[in-house]
């Protein structure tokens, strides 16, 4: 069975697809990888595990570096919560707490 990939919301997926060109299209090439195999064997460097239960994709062009944060639900669904283009070296606590907030939304069921 493959996987689907969904958005959290609509936001989300409208932000991401504001992303520049080679970004979008890097980040649309790891969506389609996803959706064929097991998250974790796609692995680095277009997906990187994290804490908590969230996963990176890792979208880099020669526009610059895109991150998705991700969760995997039950029934081989990858559900990504949060992007933003990446402007430091380390992903920013902000970023990380949005995408935090939207998994326990997740898991609760909401």
């Given amino acids: 069975m493959k996987w689907k990939v969904s ?22 090439h790891i969506v389609e990888l996803l959706e064929q195999h097991w998250p974790q064997d796609v692995g680095m460097p277009f997906v990187k ?3 908590d239960g969230l996963f990176e994709i890792r979208a880099k062009s ?3 570096i895109g991150r998705a944060l991700f969760c995997m639900v039950i029934g081989k ?7 933003f283009i990446k ?15 939207r998994l326990r939304e997740v898991q609760d069921g909401k």
């Avoid at 669904?77 to 992007?83: M, P, Y």
């Avoid at 402007?87 to 902000?94: F, G, I, S, V």
């Fill in 49 to 51: 595990a994290m804490e």
């Fill in 7 to 28: 958005f959290y919301d609509e936001k989300v997926m409208k932000n991401l697809f504001k992303w520049p060109a080679g970004i979008k299209a890097k980040f649309t």
């Fill in 77 to 83: 669904e990858v559900v990504i919560l949060h992007g």
């Fill in 62 to 64: 020669k526009e610059g």
């Fill in 87 to 101: 402007k430091t070296q380390k992903t920013p606590a902000k970023e990380l707490e949005i995408a935090k907030k």
